[in-house]
């Protein structure tokens, strides 16, 4: 009799756990209410679009019964849409406040972006408060900033950005109530009007935020100290900003930091080598800061680091053998700094690089052989001091290889015949060398074919 009773409550519990996890299957339909099919014709037809380039909207067919199936939409189990994707339909000129949108009293996520509305952000979207993620990016808005936006306190993940269409915040005061948004994107916006003082706006109104997204805002430096309080933070992009200050090392202890870019931010000073060595680090780009110094540090072993970008700063010194402790790095850009010595041997160990820029440094010694990166797509090596012979080795098994620069070096020798059978190779670049025997075709090789 224990026994049936113990079963009998197992039972129970696990019926229970699937409601509480909104596993309902045995309950609830997850075919499209009618009235949910109704207002999704009714907000097609509030759109102009091109129905000949349309991948979504023009299939939405009030003679299909299941619309919870068409294209861009998504329901919950009861039936009702939480989810519109109508990115990339080519949507211009259609109701300006988008009131077909606030009826969709369930919407959790509207993506608009890469459209052409041409319009001001439309009022119908803040009343949609159950939204957890918003997408406008180059969807043809424009105006001031957007303080009902801050209606959206359930918002995880914010998109904004833009190429296309000025958009200029005066403040960020609407992302004052969103203490739960995780992602931020306002990439193209000017919120220059902040000066320097973005760093106290976001740290203070957005403390749960992991991704930060702010390229070309015309931000101002110094990055200030109150970041750091954003301890949750992996992913930072502040390319293309005159920031004209140094890296803080603090970002150091970002300890989930995966990805940091820096581009053409005007940085100056050194670059703390502390970063270099964040175990969680995948992508790193301090490219076209020409202020920028700094040395390559040693590496733990293994480190997470796909891509270094250091092109066009002032890094010097050595490259460290211990790079070969970044098995998974995929792309080394080290163009046009004034980095020397020999190219260490260990680079042979990178498996996974696929693209290699070693152009305009003062690199000296033989080229180390790259047969076991045979995932490599591009290779640039021009204008330093490289010596020795090239022999089939350095090219086995690169059937990848698409470029190739070796020109303006010191290197010798008969060049082999190999190097011309790559099977996937485009462009070659092999003049100004003291090569012995060149092919006829060899003139060519100073231009590529």
């Known amino acids: 009799m224990k026994m049936r009773t113990l079963h009998f409550l197992c039972l129970l519990l696990i019926l229970l756990f699937q409601i509480l996890s909104g596993n309902e299957i045995f309950f609830v339909s997850s075919k499209c209410l009618d009235d949910q099919k109704s207002l999704l014709l009714q907000l097609k037809?509030?759109?102009?679009?091109?129905?000949?380039?349309?991948?979504?909207?023009?299939?939405?067919?009030?003679?299909?019964?299941?619309?919870?199936?068409?294209?861009?939409?998504?329901?919950?189990?009861?039936?009702?849409?939480?989810a519109l994707e109508l990115d990339n339909e080519l949507i211009s000129c259609g109701v300006e406040d988008l009131s077909a949108l606030l009826s969709f009293e369930y919407l959790e996520k509207l993506n608009l972006a890469y459209?052409?509305?041409?319009?001001?952000?439309?009022?119908?979207?803040?009343?949609?408060?159950?939204?957890?993620?918003?997408?406008?990016?180059?969807?043809?808005?424009?105006?001031?900033?957007?303080?009902?936006?801050?209606?959206?306190?359930?918002?995880?993940?914010?998109?904004?950005?833009?190429?296309?269409?000025?958009?200029?915040?005066?403040?960020?005061?609407?992302?004052?109530?969103?203490?739960?948004?995780?992602?931020?994107?306002?990439?193209?916006?000017?919120?220059?009007?902040?000066?320097?003082?973005?760093?106290?706006?976001?740290?203070?109104?957005?403390?749960?935020?992991?991704?930060?997204?702010?390229?070309?805002?015309?931000?101002?430096?110094?990055?200030?100290?109150?970041?750091?309080?954003?301890?949750?933070?992996?992913?930072?992009?502040?390319?293309?900003?005159?920031?004209?200050?140094?890296?803080?090392?603090?970002?150091?202890?970002?300890?989930?930091?995966?990805?940091?870019?820096?581009s053409s931010c005007n940085l100056r000073g050194a670059f703390p080598e502390i970063i270099f060595r964040v175990q969680s680090l995948e992508m790193l780009d301090l490219s076209n800061n020409k202020m920028l110094s700094g040395r390559i540090p040693n590496f733990p072993k293994n480190g997470s680091l796909r891509t270094i970008s250091l092109s066009n700063t002032k890094f010097s010194g050595l490259l460290p053998e211990s790079i070969s402790n970044l098995q998974n790095l995929s792309k080394l850009e080290l163009s046009n700094c004034n980095l020397s010595g020999p190219i260490p041997s260990t680079m042979e160990n990178l498996t996974n690089l696929v693209y290699l820029g070693f152009s305009l440094n003062h690199f000296t010694s033989s080229i180390p052989y790259f047969q076991r990166s045979n995932k490599l797509t591009y290779l640039d090596l021009s204008y330093n001091s490289l010596t020795g012979v090239l022999s089939p080795a350095h090219f086995e098994g690169l059937s990848e290889l698409v470029y190739i620069n070796l020109g303006n070096n010191l290197l010798n020798g008969i060049l082999p015949a190999y190097i011309f059978e790559l099977p996937s190779l485009q462009k070659l670049f092999l003049c100004n060398n003291e090569f012995v025997g060149q092919p006829p075709i060899f003139d060519d090789l100073c231009y590529g074919p």
Not at 153 to 175: A, H, M, Y
Not at 222 to 251: E, G
Request: glycine share 4%; aromatic share 10%; hydrophobic share 40%.
């Open 45 to 82: 037809s509030s759109l102009q679009y091109d129905s000949s380039l349309s991948t979504k909207l023009a299939r939405w067919n009030d003679n299909t019964s299941e619309c919870c199936k068409w294209d861009g939409v998504k329901c919950d189990l009861y039936g009702h849409v939480i």
């Open 115 to 262: 459209n052409r509305f041409d319009v001001g952000i439309p009022v119908g979207i803040y009343n949609l408060v159950n939204l957890k993620y918003l997408n406008l990016s180059n969807a043809g808005f424009f105006g001031q900033s957007p303080m009902m936006l801050s209606r959206l306190t359930r918002l995880v993940i914010l998109d904004l950005s833009t190429l296309f269409q000025p958009l200029k915040f005066e403040s960020l005061d609407f992302i004052k109530n969103l203490t739960e948004l995780r992602e931020l994107y306002l990439d193209g916006v000017d919120i220059s009007a902040q000066r320097n003082e973005w760093c106290q706006s976001l740290s203070s109104y957005l403390p749960n935020l992991t991704v930060l997204s702010l390229r070309g805002c015309q931000v101002s430096g110094p990055i200030d100290d109150s970041l750091s309080n954003l301890r949750f933070l992996s992913v930072i992009y502040l390319d293309q900003n005159s920031l004209s200050t140094t890296v803080p090392q603090y970002f150091a202890k970002f300890s989930n930091l995966t990805s940091l870019s820096l």
